[in-house]
């Protein structure tokens, strides 16, 4: 080994092809290291280093140094002062201090170390380990697969081509994946991460922006505030507690929100977003999505496309609403206070276990009751209506709306109105109100002591069972029966051996209808098992016997 120490003076000093040590003390020197492994020390002044070939050490020292490794693997040390520091060839590491110093890694697989000040980090071809250290730094991986880590300090980092793995650490950080398939991390701070082109995996802890770019991407949250975007592909978007805004945007993407306060917006693509826990937003927007909310107050829209939507909020003091927008939607409220509304398109909405609201919309809707007690108005088109089937105390109010309309109440006291249209008109097991509306309407009690309203137009009252409209406190009331229009059908009251039914005025006979005086209104009644004993009655309202005749009835 050779051991040259130079002076005070600007020199330049050269090694021989041994591994020599070389000292360039005070002055802008410049030191050649050749062939060996050498040992250069820039020390005092603005000097440059040359490794050249071999596994070389060089150290900067005081001053702005210029550090080239050259062939080899090499350490390059920049010291004080701002430096540049440039391995090239071979596996070399690269160690700034303090200052601004500007690190390239150069071919094969480099270390870079930014240290104090803010530095300028590129790793340049090969898989390459980058660390920004203190400081607010800029970090580029380039070429190759390479670890970046921004450190202390507001830095800027990408990745550049390959499968990056990047780390802001502390501070306000933006983080670039770019090309390939990258591991994207915020840590503390306030930071803008962008996945870029390629299956991009980014997280964050705090208030961050996060950006998949193209390619399916993976990005989570699990605290503060944030905001995420999927950008083009399947992306999976989830968050956990904090203020969050999702958005899926291009792409059939999942978005899923777990004790937080968010808002999910699907974007274009058929998108599945789901919420667990706080005050949620979902917007389906454009596309066939699903959309399932649990929380105290939620708020799903469909947008355009056939959406299924759910609420399962399982307190009653909680409030949900749910609306369909454009396309045949599917609604299904939970126990909370619920708004459903299905906008366009042939929608079936279901009430649940709270108050409701439900509108259909435009076209023809399904329209069903809850456990609770729901007002279901169906709006235009020709509607399905279904009171509430299970246990429970459910009443329903039913609003037919335009259209040709299809009414059914089940287990509970429902009031029901065809309103415009020719509308079916049917009660179920309880005592209901029925209204058949304008137009040329079926309206059916069913059982209970029901109350019947055919409104304007032609209508047929029908009877299908004796046990729907008993003799006594149990018989049915028809409020605004009209003869010269109207019509009541028995016809289904027969058994089917038993002789046909006849009208008999106002005398009563076996088998027989006949009409008895009450004040202003009239009993219509029919013997069903030939004793001549009524078995069935229905009260007719301010109408006269003579008002009846065998031709408004149907026997």
């Given at each position: 080994?050779?051991?040259?120490?130079?002076t005070?003076?600007?020199?330049?000093?050269?090694?021989?092809?041994a591994?020599?040590?070389?000292?360039?003390?005070?002055?802008?020197?410049?030191?050649n290291?050749?062939?060996g492994?050498?040992?250069?020390?820039?020390?005092?002044?603005?000097?440059?280093?040359?490794?050249?070939?071999?596994?070389?050490?060089?150290?900067?020292?005081?001053?702005?140094?210029?550090?080239?490794?050259?062939?080899?693997?090499d350490?390059?040390?920049?010291?004080?002062?701002?430096n540049?520091?440039?391995?090239?060839?071979?596996?070399?590491?690269?160690?700034?201090?303090?200052g601004?110093?500007t690190?390239?890694?150069?071919?094969?697989?480099d270390?870079?170390f930014g240290?104090?000040?803010?530095?300028?980090?590129?790793?340049?071809?090969?898989?390459?380990?980058?660390?920004?250290?203190n400081?607010?730094?800029?970090?580029?991986g380039?070429?190759?697969?390479?670890?970046?880590?921004?450190g202390?300090g507001?830095?800027?980092?990408?990745?550049?081509?390959g499968?990056?793995?990047?780390?802001?650490?502390?501070?306000?950080?933006t983080?670039?994946?770019?090309?390939?398939?990258?591991?994207?991390?915020?840590?503390?701070?306030?930071?803008?991460?962008?996945?870029?082109a390629?299956?991009?995996?980014?997280?964050?802890?705090?208030?961050?922006?996060?950006?998949?770019?193209d390619?399916?991407?993976?990005l989570?949250?699990?605290?503060?505030n944030?905001?995420?975007?999927?950008?083009?592909?399947?992306d999976?978007?989830?968050v956990?507690?904090?203020?969050?805004?999702?958005?899926?945007?291009?792409?059939?993407?999942?978005?899923?929100?777990?004790?937080?306060?968010?808002i999910?917006?699907?974007?274009?693509?058929?998108?599945?977003?789901?919420?667990?826990?706080?005050?949620?937003?979902?917007i389906?927007?454009?596309g066939?999505?699903e959309?399932?909310?649990?929380?105290?107050?939620t708020?799903?829209d469909?947008?355009?496309?056939?959406?299924r939507?759910w609420?399962?909020?399982?307190?009653?003091?909680?409030?949900?609403?749910l609306i369909?927008g454009?396309?045949?939607?599917?609604?299904n409220?939970?126990?909370?206070n619920?708004?459903?509304?299905?906008?366009?398109?042939?929608?079936?909405?279901?009430?649940?276990?709270?108050?409701?609201?439900?509108?259909?919309?435009?076209?023809?809707?399904?329209?069903?009751?809850g456990?609770?007690?729901?007002?279901?108005?169906?709006?235009?088109?020709?509607d399905?209506?279904?009171?509430?089937?299970?246990?429970?105390?459910g009443?329903?109010?039913?609003?037919?709306g335009a259209?040709?309309?299809?009414?059914?109440?089940?287990?509970?006291?429902?009031?029901?109105?065809?309103?415009?249209?020719?509308?079916?008109?049917?009660?179920?097991?309880?005592?209901?109100?029925?209204?058949?509306g304008?137009?040329?309407?079926?309206?059916?009690?069913?059982?209970?002591?029901?109350?019947?309203?055919?409104?304007?137009?032609?209508d047929m009252?029908?009877?299908?069972?004796?046990?729907?409209?008993?003799?006594?406190?149990?018989?049915?009331?028809?409020?605004d029966?009209?003869?010269?229009?109207?019509?009541?059908?028995?016809?289904?009251?027969?058994?089917?051996?038993?002789?046909?039914?006849?009208?008999?005025?106002?005398?009563?006979s076996a088998?027989?209808v006949?009409?008895?005086?009450?004040g202003?209104?009239?009993?219509?009644?029919l013997?069903?098992?030939?004793?001549?004993?009524?078995?069935?009655?229905?009260?007719?309202?301010?109408?006269?016997?003579?008002?009846?005749?065998?031709?408004?009835?149907k026997?």
């Open positions: 080994m050779v051991r040259i120490i130079g005070n003076l600007s020199e330049v000093i050269n090694s021989g092809i591994a020599d040590l070389l000292f360039g003390r005070a002055g802008n020197d410049t030191l290291g050749y062939l492994n050498d040992t250069l020390w820039g020390e005092d002044g603005n000097d440059w280093l040359y490794g050249s070939l071999g596994d070389d050490w060089l150290y900067g020292g005081l001053g702005d140094d210029w550090l080239y490794g050259g062939g080899g693997n350490s390059l040390y920049g010291g004080a002062g701002n540049v520091l440039y391995g090239d060839n071979g596996h070399d590491r690269l160690f700034g201090e303090t601004n110093d690190f390239r890694g150069g071919n094969d697989n270390s870079l240290n104090d000040g803010n530095d300028y980090l590129m790793g340049e071809p090969g898989n390459d380990s980058i660390s920004g250290e400081g607010d730094d800029r970090l580029l380039h070429e190759g697969d390479d670890i970046v880590l921004g202390y507001n830095d800027h980092a990408s990745g550049g081509d499968n990056d793995t990047i780390t802001g650490g502390r501070g306000n950080d983080l670039y994946g770019d090309l390939g398939n990258d591991s994207l991390g915020g840590d503390e701070g306030a930071d803008s991460l962008f996945g870029g390629g299956n991009d995996t980014i997280w964050s802890m705090v208030d961050d922006l996060l950006n998949g770019g390619g399916d991407d993976l989570y949250t699990t605290g503060g944030t905001t995420l975007q999927g950008g083009a592909g399947t999976v978007l989830s956990t507690t904090g203020v969050n805004f999702l958005y899926g945007e291009l792409g059939n993407d999942r978005l899923s929100s777990r004790n937080a306060d968010s999910l917006h699907g974007g274009y693509g058929n998108d599945a977003l789901d919420a667990y826990g706080g005050n949620c937003t979902l389906g927007a454009e066939d999505d959309l399932l909310a649990v929380g105290m107050r708020l799903l469909g947008g355009n496309g056939n959406d939507l609420s399962r909020n399982i307190l009653s003091s909680s409030s949900e609403t369909g454009a396309g045949n939607d599917w609604l409220a939970g126990y909370g619920s708004l459903l509304s299905g906008g366009s398109g042939k929608d079936t909405l279901s009430a649940g276990g709270g108050r409701c609201l439900v509108s259909g919309g435009s076209d023809d809707d399904q329209l069903s009751g456990s609770g007690n729901s007002t279901l108005n169906g709006d235009d088109g020709n399905y209506f279904g009171g509430y089937s299970g246990r429970g105390s009443s329903a109010t039913m609003n037919g259209g040709n309309d299809t009414m059914a109440s089940f287990a509970a006291s429902d009031w029901l109105s065809g309103d415009d249209g020719n509308d079916w008109v049917s009660g179920g097991a309880r005592n209901d109100t029925l209204f058949g304008n137009g040329n309407d079926r309206v059916e009690g069913g059982a209970g002591t029901d109350r019947l309203h055919g409104g304007a137009g032609s009252f029908e009877f299908y069972e004796v046990s729907e409209s008993t003799v006594g406190a149990g018989r049915d009331i028809i409020v029966f009209n003869s010269q229009d109207d019509e009541i059908s028995l016809f289904w009251l027969r058994e089917d051996s038993a002789p046909r039914f006849s009208w008999s005025g106002e005398t009563a088998y027989g006949w009409a008895v005086a009450q202003s209104n009239t009993l219509l009644r013997d069903h098992d030939g004793d001549a004993v009524a078995d069935f009655e229905v009260l007719l309202l301010n109408t006269r016997t003579s008002d009846i005749t065998q031709d408004c009835l026997l």
